[in-house]
Every structure is written in structure tokens, then in C-alpha cells.
């Protein structure tokens, strides 16, 4: 895949610039480059531009007539909780909202808030199942789930949301470019 790169590359270097001019910290996703097929990876940079973490799916979206198993690896070991302002972070990624022990084991690993970015493919109900699944996770783990998704007319449903330990919606965008801002 051409749009891979290694986690020290051009994509990351610009995501850590970002991150350090303005006092933020960056999650992103991107593709990382291999000997063979690249891994789905999120990467997490801190307010200096550091990189302090990444993600490598583990659960390929090899569902609903889509086999992302042909175009990418998949990671085998799950992301490590990280210390952030916010309290200490886990990441599952897309799909990978589907399966509930892997939420479940990043609480057991000690975050207190999990991030779920996502490319939610448009479908019927696919809205349902990403708002439902997202507050699923938020109550069973009793921790904040906040969850990005990406915007794309009839690719991508958008609809990011956040919510809290116990169900309730503290934040939600419709299927448009927008930004949501909520307080934890």
C-alpha cells in the first residue's frame, strides 16, 4: 500500500509538530508500513509532539462483505493504557468496538477512559449498532467512551459521540464535519 509509512515517518513527524505548537494531544490513524502488508495503527503523540503510544488492529474488519484481512495485517498484542491529563487512556480501534472483552481488558489494564477511532462503514442500522456499542462499552466498563468517527457522504457515518461511565450521552455530532467538545 503506498500510503504506508513507518511510525517514524512524514505523517507521524507532522501529526508531533501539530501536537507541539499547540499544546495538544493527537490520536490518528494511519496505515504502517511492513515487510509485507502495512498494520491499521493508531498513534497517540503527547502535548510535546512525543510519540507515547500505538495501536495495531487486532480485529480485522473481515465482515459484512468487506475482507480488510486483504489490505492489512492484523497486530497481536492489545494497546497499553498511557497517562494522559485526562486520566489514563485505552484505544480499541473500528471493528474492534464489536468485541466487548477487548474494552474489557483495557479497563483491566487501568484506563479510566477509552477512545474509539473509527472509519464506520455507512450501512442500515450501522448508526444504531456504532451509538449503541459505543454507550455498551461506556456502562459495562464503567468508564467514558469517547468515539470519533470519520466523515464521508455514503462511505463514513461520522456520528462521533461521547459518553459516560454510566450511559449518559455527554456529546454527539451528526454525519457532518464538525467539532465536539465535552468535559470530563
Same mark, same amino acid.
Given at each position: 500500500?503506498?500510503? =504506508?509509512?513507518?511510525?517514524?515517518?512524514?505523517?507521524?513527524?507532522? /501529526?508531533? !509538530?501539530?501536537? !507541539?505548537?499547540?499544546?495538544? %494531544?493527537?490520536? =490518528?490513524?494511519?496505515?504502517?508500513? *511492513?515487510?509485507?502488508?502495512?498494520?491499521?495503527?493508531?498513534?497517540?503523540? $503527547? $502535548? *510535546?509532539?512525543? #510519540?507515547?503510544?500505538?495501536?495495531?488492529?487486532?480485529?480485522?474488519? +473481515? =465482515?459484512?462483505?468487506?475482507?480488510?484481512? +486483504?489490505?492489512?495485517?492484523?497486530?497481536?498484542?492489545?494497546?497499553?493504557?498511557?497517562?494522559?491529563?485526562?486520566?489514563?487512556?485505552?484505544?480499541? *480501534?473500528?471493528?474492534?468496538?464489536?468485541?466487548?472483552?477487548?474494552?474489557?481488558?483495557?479497563?483491566?489494564?487501568?484506563?479510566? #477512559?477509552?477512545?474509539?477511532?473509527?472509519?464506520?462503514?455507512?450501512?442500515?442500522?450501522?448508526?444504531?449498532? %456504532?451509538?449503541?456499542?459505543?454507550?455498551?462499552?461506556?456502562?459495562?466498563?464503567?468508564?467514558?467512551?469517547? &468515539?470519533? $468517527?470519520?466523515?464521508?457522504? &455514503?462511505?463514513?457515518?461520522?456520528?462521533? =459521540?461521547?459518553?459516560?461511565?454510566? &450511559? *449518559? /450521552?455527554?456529546?454527539?455530532?451528526? &454525519? +457532518?464535519?464538525?467539532?465536539?467538545?465535552?468535559?470530563?
Amino acid at each position: 500500500m503506498q500510503a =504506508a509509512e513507518p511510525l517514524d515517518g512524514t505523517f507521524v513527524s507532522a /501529526l508531533g !509538530r501539530i501536537a !507541539r505548537r499547540y499544546g495538544l %494531544w493527537l490520536a =490518528a490513524g494511519m496505515y504502517e508500513q *511492513t515487510d509485507g502488508l502495512p498494520y491499521n495503527t493508531v498513534v497517540v503523540l $503527547d $502535548d *510535546t509532539g512525543m #510519540l507515547r503510544g500505538c495501536h495495531r488492529k487486532n480485529k480485522l474488519y +473481515d =465482515a459484512f462483505g468487506y475482507r480488510e484481512s +486483504d489490505e492489512c495485517r492484523a497486530g497481536s498484542t492489545p494497546f497499553s493504557p498511557i497517562p494522559t491529563p485526562a486520566g489514563m487512556l485505552g484505544l480499541i *480501534t473500528c471493528f474492534e468496538l464489536r468485541f466487548p472483552a477487548l474494552a474489557a481488558a483495557q479497563r483491566a489494564a487501568g484506563a479510566e #477512559l477509552l477512545y474509539v477511532p473509527a472509519g464506520w462503514a455507512a450501512g442500515p442500522n450501522k448508526i444504531l449498532h %456504532w451509538r449503541t456499542l459505543l454507550c455498551a462499552r461506556a456502562i459495562e466498563n464503567s468508564m467514558t467512551v469517547l &468515539g470519533a $468517527d470519520q466523515y464521508a457522504p &455514503g462511505c463514513f457515518i461520522g456520528q462521533s =459521540a461521547a459518553f459516560a461511565p454510566d &450511559g *449518559t /450521552l455527554l456529546g454527539a455530532l451528526g &454525519g +457532518d464535519d464538525a467539532l465536539l467538545t465535552i468535559t470530563i
